[in-house]
């Protein structure tokens, strides 16, 4: 699943997961969101890497 379900999957049983008293469904939310969170990040440091070659500000010897 990608970034976004797993975020809103993440908040449907975490919620539910309070509502019903179900630690184990309210966990897997919480980790599910993190989850979701950690693709993000991932997909933003792929997005934002300068193209091979150039040199990166501040990279000594350049």
Do not use: I
């Not at 966990?27 to 969170?37: P, R, Y």
């Amino acid at each position: 699943m990608g970034e976004f379900g797993d975020k809103a999957e993440g908040e449907l049983k975490d919620t539910g997961g309070k509502l019903t008293g179900d630690k184990k469904m309210e966990w897997e939310g919480k980790a599910q969101k993190v989850k979701g969170d950690v693709e993000g990040a991932g997909r933003e440091m792929t997005e934002n890497e300068p193209a091979t070659g150039e040199p990166v500000e501040g990279e000594k010897g350049v």
